[in-house]
């Protein structure tokens, strides 16, 4: 029944290293979204991609980029971690067909800690 | 500026007790209302999703309501379990040719004692 998957759920990288996370669903969703979570914050909207290839910034892009070469896949990149991007990050999906908009699904979440 | 506002931040009841949790938007045009649940560590999960034409619904022991108008949903819930105990965001959609972008609260931490 998993229905959107991420690559990890706990992640420890160094500052300046690239960090990739993955996240791959099995609906076959148009739409598909990053976002980190921070305490007081609540979600904030990283990227998110209508189709593949196409992609577009949300609220708070810098410092990330993004890649969807399949339907099935998007992922984030953090080209230099720094410590600010120390987070909880979420990636979820959502089908283009209103009709079908019942819900959005979330992944279980990564969680990274920039040292 | 944050356009959905979630009250109360935290809360605290005790198992079997009821609860309100309420949210307000100012998220224009609308398109629909989602209420999650997240527990610690995990992704959110959908519990309802209205749309401006809907006054309530439910999913088992939580009814949603939505009032457009004065732009308020609530969030009740019934005989409360330790299982409850979990973080609620409400999250506002827009229409939809704004991207599919969904507009999130903050979330009301909820607690559930024995």
């Known amino acids: 029944d998993v229905k959107v998957t991420q690559s990890s759920r706990y992640l420890v990288k160094r500052t300046g290293e690239k960090v990739f996370l993955e996240c791959v669903q099995d609906?076959?969703?148009?739409?598909m979204f990053w976002y980190r979570q921070d305490p007081g914050l609540g979600l904030r909207l990283i990227y998110f991609?209508?189709?593949?290839?196409?992609?577009e910034k949300g609220d708070i892009p810098e410092g990330y980029s993004v890649s969807r070469e399949k339907k099935e896949r998007f992922s984030l990149i953090l080209e230099s971690a720094s410590t600010n991007q120390t987070s909880m990050y979420l990636c979820?999906?959502?089908?283009?067909?209103?009709?079908?908009?019942?819900?959005?699904?979330f992944g279980p979440g990564t969680r990274l800690l920039v040292l | 500026k944050n356009q959905v506002e979630q009250s109360p931040q935290s809360l605290i009841i005790l198992e079997g007790k009821n609860c309100t949790l309420q949210?307000?938007?100012?998220?224009?045009?609308?398109?629909?209302l989602r209420w999650y649940k997240q527990d610690t560590g995990r992704g959110p999960v959908s519990l309802t999703i209205?749309?401006?034409?809907?006054n309530t619904k439910s999913n088992g022991r939580y009814t949603a309501t939505l009032d457009a108008d004065t732009k308020q949903s609530s969030l009740h819930i019934t005989a409360s379990q330790l299982s409850d105990s979990a973080s609620y965001i409400c999250?506002?959609?827009?229409?939809?040719?704004?991207?599919?972008?969904?507009?999130f609260g903050q979330g009301t931490e909820l607690s559930v004692k024995p």
């Open positions: 979820a999906t959502l089908p283009r067909d209103r009709r079908l908009q019942e819900t959005q699904y």
């Open positions: 609906m076959d969703h148009e739409n």
């Open positions: 991609s209508y189709d593949v290839k196409m992609k």
């Open positions: 949210c307000n938007y100012t998220v224009s045009p609308f398109s629909n």
């Open positions: 209205m749309t401006f034409s809907e």
């Open positions: 999250v506002v959609s827009g229409m939809y040719n704004q991207g599919g972008k969904l507009i």
